[in-house]
Nanobody, 123 residues
Framework: QVQLVESGGGLAQEGGSLRLSCTAS????????MGWYRQAAGNQREFVAT?????HYAESVTGRFTISRDNAKNTVYLQMSGLTPDDTAVYYC???????????????????WGQGTLVTVAS
């Protein structure tokens, strides 16, 4: 079984920075894409950034957030700078194309979500 565990959320001041981490655990062979989505209160979940072979960003975070990935650790990071109150949300990690198993049998999960970590930005 594969799990995604996020960490690094919390309270930041406007203009400040936070770094989120998300690690996938389990008998993982490979993960195609790892990324971050967020959901503010009363809003739908939205795309923030993903990393497959390259980084992709939502327009609202381009230039302020940086996504990176350590494949050896099955971990994705989101460095957030220049935070504004509009960045306040629960941030969810997502892994796509997760191959797990052994040399005898491999299963592929289309997508797996983490439990979310709350980021609050105070003005």
């Amino acid at each position: 079984q594969v799990q995604l565990v996020e960490s690094g959320g919390g309270l930041a001041q406007e203009g400040g920075s936070l770094r989120l981490s998300c690690t996938a655990s389990g008998s993982i062979f490979s993960i195609t894409t790892m990324g971050w989505y967020r959901q503010a209160a009363g809003n739908q979940r939205e795309f923030v950034a993903t990393f497959d072979d390259t980084a992709h960003y939502a327009e609202s975070v381009t230039g302020r957030f940086t996504i990176s990935r350590d494949n050896a650790k099955n971990t994705v990071y989101l460095q957030m700078s220049g935070l504004t109150p509009d960045d306040t949300a629960v941030y969810y990690c997502k892994a796509e194309g997760v191959a797990v198993g052994s040399i005898f049998k491999i299963d592929t999960y289309r997508e797996i979500w983490g439990q979310g970590t709350l980021v609050t930005v105070a003005s």
